[in-house]
């Protein structure tokens, strides 16, 4: 039971801490645009900026030859 002298108060510290946090995203206007950044994967880029290297392909192998069980 005497647990619960700590727990109450700490509780109630860490509502005030998350309201605080959620009241200064607000303000930020964090929440603001999430539309935009969601469809924004959704569009293709036409072009490749100049500082990314482009990938070299890969070039085609074998497979591995198989193996005889004789041996």
Not at 40 to 64: G, K, N, Y
């Amino acid at each position: 039971m005497e647990i619960l002298y700590l727990l109450i108060p700490v509780s109630i510290v860490l509502v005030f801490v998350i309201g605080a946090i959620f009241w200064w995203a607000l303000s930020n206007q964090q929440f603001e645009g999430l539309d935009e950044e969601a469809s924004r994967i959704l569009q293709e880029d036409d072009h490749i900026p100049a500082s990314r290297p482009v990938p070299a392909t890969m070039p085609a192998t074998d497979p591995p030859a198989a193996q005889d069980p004789d041996h």
